[in-house]
């Protein structure tokens, strides 16, 4: 697996090491620096660490985001590895998010690094109508089954119009009736596909249906449910709603467990 690793600083790039040494053991990294710090740092720590190959990326001029976009492109990267730049105030105002400009930049997967154990214990992915989502599933069942973890697979049922709130027609919402699941509504059956993926690759897990508004409901899930990585999708191959969109960069900025956006070529494959 070929990983682009960026950090603003030595002490953020350490951050990045648990996860460096555990991809590196379970599926073999070839890892590029953006940054000097971030060399310095790996280059200290990592020396000598199986299955690892340590680089620099060239081609450094530019807001760093564009720099990312470019050396991950120009590099054929399978990873973005990312420690949150911590910007605030006007600086966030007028630049906006490093990470998320990263993820609206790249077709690689992006890795942001925060809290939390390492391996993770649990992975929650979430899913919705996008076609995406098996992406989602699948690569956190591949992690799961390297890492020895759960994984729990989450359907939130909008109470914002991004999807026509669904119902029996009598006024029982589908996110309360337990026969969800075997409805003919497309989400259910979206739903199905995900677990039926999860058990086919041999993957531990369950479902759950949860209603509400997304974000509040998928980030009540990580602090609640012991979840050590959330795996979101991306849109950027898909027509959808700028509401999707806002989503997946509310959960970025938020999230306080690391979170893995499973790019368009969807790496861990």
């Given at each position: 697996m070929k990983i682009l690793a960026y950090a603003t600083s030595e002490t953020m790039a350490r951050t990045l090491i648990p996860w460096v040494r555990l991809i590196a053991r379970d599926f073999g990294a070839e890892v590029e620096a953006a940054?000097?710090?971030?060399?310095?740092?790996?280059?200290?720590?990592?020396?000598?660490?199986?299955?690892?190959?340590?680089?620099?990326?060239?081609?450094?001029?530019?807001?760093?985001?564009?720099v990312i976009a470019r050396q991950t492109e120009k590099?054929?990267?399978?990873?973005?590895?990312?420690?949150p730049a911590g910007r605030r105030g006007v600086t966030r105002l007028l630049k906006g998010s490093m990470v998320c400009n990263v993820v609206g930049r790249v077709s690689a997967s992006v890795l942001v690094v925060r809290e939390g154990d390492v391996p993770p214990r649990s992975i929650l992915t979430c899913v919705s109508g996008s076609r995406h989502s098996l992406s989602n599933v699948r690569?956190?069942?591949?992690l799961a089954l390297a890492w020895d973890a759960e994984v729990r697979i989450m359907l939130v049922l909008s109470q914002v119009p991004i999807e026509l709130k669904p119902s029996f027609g009598d006024g029982r919402p589908w996110?309360?009736?337990?026969?969800?699941?075997?409805?003919?509504?497309?989400?259910?059956?979206?739903?199905?596909?995900?677990?039926?993926?999860?058990?086919?690759?041999?993957?531990?897990?369950?479902?759950?249906i949860r209603e509400g508004l997304v974000v509040e409901e998928i980030?009540?899930?990580m602090s609640g449910g012991g979840h050590g990585l959330l795996a979101i999708g991306t849109h950027l191959a898909e027509d959808f709603d700028p509401l999707y969109e806002n989503v997946a960069a509310e959960l970025i900025r938020r999230n306080r467990r690391s979170t893995l956006v499973v790019g368009i070529r969807a790496s861990f494959a």
């Open positions: 940054s000097q710090a971030t060399l310095r740092t790996l280059m200290v720590d990592l020396e000598g660490c199986d299955g690892l190959t340590l680089g620099e990326a060239r081609d450094g001029t530019g807001p760093i985001e564009e590099g054929n990267h399978d990873l973005v590895l990312l420690a690569v956190a069942s591949r996110g309360a009736h337990a026969a969800f699941l075997d409805s003919d509504h497309p989400l259910a059956g979206q739903l199905r596909a995900s677990r039926d993926l999860m058990r086919s690759m041999g993957a531990r897990g369950e479902v759950v980030l009540r899930e």
